[in-house]
């Protein structure tokens, strides 16, 4: 499946996002979704996932309350809502995905998405 990203911008701190991921090519609802971010000179980590129905929701601890995911199969898209950002939420967001037989796996781990958009850029400013 490809996948395309988009909604990033410049944000002040406590303020909110939505980012979009738009998949064509295969059967989207066969895939478990996950937003990743990379933020300059750390490791890419995975925000939030999603099941392939949206039956399982994983997130990070650092935004849980604040980021909510989300998919809707009929439009082959997937979203983040991030709520209360913060500096340290500043990053290139990435989507991804990985195909999958089971309705509630998320693939907790970056090799385990094989399905990657390109970046989206978040600056919140303090």
């Known amino acids: 499946v490809q996948l395309q990203a988009s909604g990033g911008g410049l944000v002040q701190a406590g303020g909110s996002l939505r980012l979009s991921c738009a998949a064509s090519?295969?059967?989207?609802?066969?895939?478990?979704m996950g937003w990743f971010r990379q933020a300059p000179g750390k490791e890419r980590e995975l925000v939030a996932a999603?099941?392939?129905?949206?039956?399982?929701?994983y997130y990070t601890d650092s935004v849980k309350g604040r980021f909510t995911i989300s998919r809707d199969n009929a439009k082959n898209t997937v979203y983040l809502r991030m709520n209360s950002l913060k500096p340290e939420d500043t990053a290139v967001y990435y989507c991804?995905?990985?195909?999958?037989?089971?309705?509630?796996?998320?693939?907790?781990?970056?090799?385990?998405?094989?399905?990657w958009g390109q970046g989206t850029e978040v600056t919140v400013s303090s």
């Open positions: 999603i099941s392939r129905r949206g039956g399982s929701i």
């Open positions: 090519g295969r059967t989207f609802s066969n895939y478990y």
């Open positions: 991804a995905g990985g195909d999958t037989t089971k309705y509630f796996y998320t693939g907790k781990s970056l090799d385990e998405y094989d399905c």
